[in-house]
């Protein structure tokens, strides 16, 4: 079945620091790819998406390209800000009649420090 | 304006007690969905309505029912609450686009689901 996998967290990182999160996927046909964000005590959030090979997701600073070759959606940000300091979830969509299930990876913690 | 809601933030019970999660969506979408995600927050598909109907149900246990009074609400409700039920739910909605695709997934705050 369709799988997602992100690098191990807990990542820490001085501010100013340059940002990546792999995150490596499995799927049949062409899915579309996420990355969503959830801040201390709060739902998630959409942070970029793309919905097919070569395409460049960005917002807030952050960039991801879906690589179909290499299965690949890593995300990216630099410098980076304490306020970045979140679990970030990268997601694939798996789409059923009448609906869309979300297949996500285990999350990344991330903190900035000061 | 919230766009999802979900009540209660937070709910503390006890073993075998039944208990309900509310969710209600004003963004006009037509797909809800629950979603579990656990203390080391893995976060997993549990239910999907369309429209009032069950779509997807991802090998939840029988004690776990939703509800779908109109395509604006999707409650769960937990019957016999075990210990390993503990975790947050997380409601979202969808809407089906032209096309065949979906708009990104709108997720509500999450209810934080502790069974003593």
């Known amino acids: 079945g369709n799988s997602v996998t992100q690098m191990e967290g807990p990542v820490t990182l001085s501010e100013e620091a340059f940002l990546t999160i792999n995150c490596t996927y499995t799927?049949?046909?062409?899915?579309?790819l996420f990355w969503y964000v959830q801040y201390p005590g709060e739902g998630l959030q959409l942070l970029l998406k793309?919905?097919?090979?070569?395409d460049k997701g960005s917002n807030k600073g952050f960039e991801a390209t879906y690589r179909k070759e290499t299965t690949s959606f890593h995300l990216e940000k630099g410098p980076v800000q304490v306020s970045d300091s979140a679990v970030y979830f990268c997601?694939?969509?798996?789409?059923?009649?009448?609906?869309?299930?979300?297949?996500f990876g285990q999350g990344t913690r991330l903190t900035i420090n000061p | 304006d919230t766009a999802v809601s979900q009540t209660p933030k937070y709910l503390v019970t006890q073993m075998g007690n039944d208990k309900s999660i509310k969710c209600e969506q004003n963004?006009?979408?037509?797909?809800m969905y629950w979603y579990k995600q656990d203390s080391k927050k893995f976060l997993k598909i549990m239910f999907s309505?369309?429209?009032?109907?069950?779509?997807i149900n991802e090998t939840v246990p029988n004690r776990f029912s939703p509800k779908s009074p109109d395509k604006a609400h999707l409650n769960l409700h937990i019957n016999s609450l075990e210990l390993g039920d503990s975790a947050v739910y997380f409601c979202?909605?969808?809407?089906?686009?032209?096309?065949?695709?979906?708009?990104?997934?709108?997720f509500g705050p999450g209810t934080r689901l502790t069974v003593l």
């Open positions: 799927a049949t046909g062409y899915p579309s």
């Open positions: 309505y369309n429209n009032k109907e069950l779509i």
């Open positions: 997601a694939l969509s798996d789409l059923r009649l009448g609906a869309q299930k979300l297949v």
């Open positions: 979202a909605s969808s809407q089906l686009l032209a096309g065949g695709a979906y708009n990104e997934q709108f």
């Open positions: 793309a919905t097919k090979a070569d």
């Open positions: 963004l006009g979408h037509d797909t």
